[in-house]
């Protein structure tokens, strides 16, 4: 009778440029091997594993199944290429002879047979397994090494989830991704918080690359990554080159080297935001409402009309409808800003501030130098380069700021009129009515009113004359 057979097919990573033909080279030797010993290969045990070997972390569901298979008595033998494609190291072996042992199942290989009917050749097997396992780390460095080259050839890297701003394949970028990660850039540079950029893109239904919503920690990571300015980094280790130069990639880059920095600036001081993006700010007004009968905060709700209001939390025995509230204290608020002034303790030259950020970004990217230099991923003689190509431009800078006079010393109160407010986004228009606003106190109507009266929304002023702020004169 006939013995029925096994096939188990593993093409190796290193195969990977011969494509199919790795698989259909063992599926070959395979059959002429269960020709010469009279087996017959039962086409539903022909196993294609397509799990790495490289990884032992991974489990391989093919092998899984094969072991299942000769527990269950589905075939008598088990055809391999090699003992490497079949067994990646000293564990799986040992199950594969155990289970080979105990159901009497006879393993062939195309290099020659697995005896498990004595200890010779128990021991034999298990000398082809240390060299399975030796040849599966030297494929793993093999690949590791491979990965690094590429990446310091400026091989754009595939695999793996999508990075927002780029295609599948890293080569090209999304324009409308690109843009979206601009205009973060550009506010976050401007001072405006990670939080409300966040708050922003959700309320603008804007994507992330694998279409949910952005959070903090999503947003940092994004605005991270080297390669937005066309630096190539290995292992959260950006590149260089043997001369010292960063390892540029082959995509476009969406940042210039120059944006980039200022915004890891920027994120790095903004990286402690106390305002966690889960209780992000819904309502214009929430935390300066009060409830005129209790004085406890008014918190927004939405009723079973949809309509949203403003209640009063603890007891909800107040209650007033959010949009003529909102609109009514934003008209107020705005005729406030027109006659409102501030007192203006000095002022500064915003050209030179400009010039501070660029000296403050070069010395950041020299401390990065160090830090590479310090734990040895940069050698002395790059760090050296480098260091004075960068004291070099900090000096140019230094040299060249000029110090502009200021004619508006003697301007002693400035306005703030709400230009574009209905532009800015919630937490924005929350600061800018809060710059004026103590609190906001709503007061009961009678019995049966209905229609909305602005008598009882009463507004507390903050006095002015407390703030102290330091001016900046912007060049035309």
Same mark, same amino acid.
């Not at 290193?14 to 199919?20: E, M, P, V």
């Not at 072991?67 to 199950?95: I, N, P, Q, S």
């Not at 705005?334 to 002034?341: G, S």
């Given at each position: 009778?006939?013995?029925? =057979?096994?096939?188990?097919?593993?093409?190796?990573?290193?195969?990977?440029?011969?494509? +199919?033909?790795?698989?259909?080279?063992?599926?070959?030797?395979?059959?002429?091997?269960?020709?010469?010993?009279?087996?017959?290969?039962?086409?539903?045990?022909?196993?294609?594993?397509?799990? %790495?070997?490289?990884?032992?972390?991974?489990?391989?569901?093919?092998?899984?199944?094969?072991?299942?298979?000769? =527990?269950?008595?589905?075939?008598?033998?088990?055809?391999?290429?090699?003992?490497?494609?079949?067994?990646?190291?000293?564990?799986?072996?040992?199950?594969?002879?155990?289970?080979?042992?105990?159901?009497?199942?006879?393993?062939?290989t195309v290099s020659g047979d697995i005896d498990m009917s004595?200890?010779? *050749?128990?021991?034999?097997?298990?000398?082809?397994?240390?060299?399975?396992?030796?040849?599966?780390?030297?494929?793993?460095?093999?690949?590791?090494?491979?990965?690094?080259?590429?990446?310091?050839?400026?091989?754009?890297?595939?695999?793996?989830?999508?990075?927002?701003?780029?295609?599948?394949?890293?080569?090209?970028?999304?324009?409308?991704?690109?843009?979206?990660?601009?205009?973060?850039?550009?506010?976050?540079?401007?001072?405006?918080?990670?939080?409300?950029?966040?708050?922003?893109?959700?309320?603008?239904?804007?994507?992330? %690359?694998?279409?949910?919503?952005?959070?903090?920690?999503?947003?940092?990571?994004?605005?991270?990554?080297?390669?937005?300015?066309?630096?190539?980094?290995?292992?959260?280790?950006?590149?260089?080159?043997?001369?010292?130069?960063?390892?540029?990639?082959?995509? +476009?880059?969406?940042?210039?080297?120059?944006?980039?920095?200022?915004?890891?600036? =920027?994120?790095?001081?903004?990286?402690?935001?106390?305002?966690?993006?889960?209780?992000?700010?819904?309502?214009?007004?929430?935390?300066?409402?009060?409830?005129?009968?209790?004085?406890?905060?008014?918190?927004?709700?939405?009723?079973?009309?949809?309509?949203?209001?403003?209640?009063?939390?603890?007891?909800?025995?107040?209650?007033?409808?959010?949009?003529?509230?909102?609109?009514?204290?934003?008209?107020?608020?705005?005729?406030?800003?027109?006659?409102?002034?501030?007192?203006?303790? %000095?002022?500064?030259?915003?050209?030179?501030?400009?010039?501070?950020?660029q000296v403050a970004m070069l010395e950041e990217r020299k401390?990065?130098?160090?830090?590479?230099?310090?734990?040895?991923?940069?050698?002395?003689?790059?760090?050296?380069?480098?260091?004075?190509?960068?004291?070099?431009?900090?000096?140019?800078?230094?040299?060249?700021?000029?110090?502009?006079?200021?004619?508006?010393?003697?301007?002693?109160?400035?306005?703030?009129?709400?230009?574009?407010?209905?532009?800015? +986004?919630?937490?924005?228009?929350?600061?800018?009515?809060?710059?004026?606003?103590?609190?906001?106190?709503?007061?009961?109507?009678?019995? *049966?009113?209905?229609?909305?009266?602005?008598?009882?929304?009463?507004?507390?002023?903050?006095?002015?004359?407390?703030?102290?702020?330091?001016?900046?004169?912007?060049? %035309?």
């Amino acid at each position: 009778m006939t013995k029925r =057979a096994a096939l188990y097919l593993r093409m190796s990573k290193d195969d990977a440029g011969s494509g +199919d033909l790795g698989i259909e080279r063992q599926r070959t030797a395979a059959e002429h091997l269960a020709k010469a010993k009279g087996l017959e290969i039962v086409p539903e045990w022909v196993i294609e594993e397509t799990a %790495s070997a490289s990884d032992r972390r991974k489990t391989r569901p093919g092998f899984e199944r094969l072991l299942l298979g000769m =527990a269950a008595g589905e075939f008598e033998a088990v055809l391999a290429y090699a003992v490497d494609r079949l067994v990646r190291g000293l564990d799986d072996l040992t199950r594969l002879i155990d289970t080979a042992e105990e159901f009497g199942i006879a393993v062939s290989t195309v290099s020659g047979d697995i005896d498990m009917s004595n200890a010779h *050749g128990r021991g034999l097997a298990k000398l082809l397994g240390v060299v399975a396992s030796i040849e599966t780390d030297n494929m793993g460095e093999r690949m590791r090494r491979r990965k690094q080259q590429n990446a310091r050839n400026g091989v754009v890297r595939a695999g793996g989830r999508r990075p927002y701003g780029f295609t599948a394949n890293r080569a090209a970028t999304v324009p409308e991704e690109a843009e979206v990660i601009k205009k973060a850039a550009a506010r976050i540079i401007a001072g405006d918080s990670l939080t409300g950029v966040v708050w922003d893109m959700n309320r603008r239904s804007v994507p992330t %690359s694998y279409g949910g919503a952005w959070t903090l920690a999503r947003l940092q990571a994004t605005l991270s990554r080297p390669s937005l300015c066309g630096r190539v980094s290995y292992k959260g280790e950006v590149l260089r080159d043997d001369d010292g130069h960063l390892v540029r990639g082959e995509w +476009d880059p969406i940042l210039t080297d120059d944006e980039f920095d200022q915004l890891q600036i =920027a994120i790095k001081a903004r990286r402690h935001d106390p305002a966690p993006v889960n209780n992000r700010r819904r309502h214009l007004l929430s935390g300066l409402m009060r409830c005129g009968l209790c004085g406890e905060g008014m918190l927004g709700f939405k009723q079973r009309s949809k309509t949203m209001t403003y209640t009063c939390g603890p007891r909800r025995h107040l209650s007033r409808l959010m949009a003529p509230v909102d609109a009514h204290v934003i008209a107020m608020v705005k005729a406030r800003a027109e006659e409102a002034f501030f007192p203006v303790e %000095s002022w500064s030259d915003g050209e030179r501030q400009a010039v501070q950020r660029q000296v403050a970004m070069l010395e950041e990217r020299k401390r990065a130098a160090a830090l590479e230099f310090a734990d040895g991923s940069l050698p002395a003689d790059m760090l050296r380069t480098i260091a004075d190509d960068l004291q070099s431009k900090i000096d140019t800078l230094r040299e060249t700021q000029v110090d502009h006079h200021i004619d508006m010393q003697t301007v002693k109160w400035v306005n703030f009129p709400f230009e574009n407010f209905e532009a800015l +986004d919630v937490h924005s228009q929350h600061a800018a009515i809060r710059m004026f606003v103590s609190k906001i106190v709503l007061l009961p109507a009678g019995r *049966g009113s209905r229609k909305f009266n602005p008598d009882l929304v009463q507004i507390e002023w903050r006095d002015l004359s407390n703030f102290r702020f330091s001016a900046v004169v912007e060049s %035309s």
